[in-house]
């Protein structure tokens, strides 16, 4: 099993910044996997926001380029998201998710809240 650990939330000001951080523990397979952030607002579905493989190729929602940043730290098995120009369209629950082995592991979540 896989445990994923979240934290960096909280409440910001519009235009401000956070840093999420994410740590995985467990049966980890450093090889081949894909950790990344996923978050969820009032009343909507769950939306990729940003991923980033073990090879470091990343992808990010049109809705955040060029102002979050995913990031990798291979040796500690966590991956960071910096989140910066938050708007209050960014408030939601953020999710950790790490893939490997075909396998989906989710961690519970930090709130983000922006105000305007």
């Known amino acids: 099993q896989v445990q994923l650990v979240e934290s960096g939330g909280g409440l910001v000001q519009a235009g401000g910044s956070l840093r999420l951080s994410c740590t995985a523990s467990?049966?980890?397979?450093?090889?081949?996997?894909?950790m990344g952030w996923y978050r969820q607002g009032p009343g909507t579905q769950r939306e990729l926001v940003a991923v980033?493989?073990?090879?470091?190729?990343?992808n990010y929602a049109d809705s955040v380029k060029g102002r979050f940043t995913i990031s990798r730290d291979n040796a500690k098995n966590t991956v960071y998201l910096q989140m910066d120009s938050l708007k209050p369209e960014d408030t939601a629950v953020y999710y950790c998710?790490?893939?490997?082995?075909?396998?989906?592991?989710w961690g519970q979540g930090t709130q983000v809240t922006v105000s305007s």
């Open positions: 998710k790490r893939r490997q082995l075909g396998a989906d592991y």
């Open positions: 980033s493989t073990s090879f470091g190729v990343a």
């Open positions: 467990g049966t980890l397979y450093s090889s081949i996997n894909i």
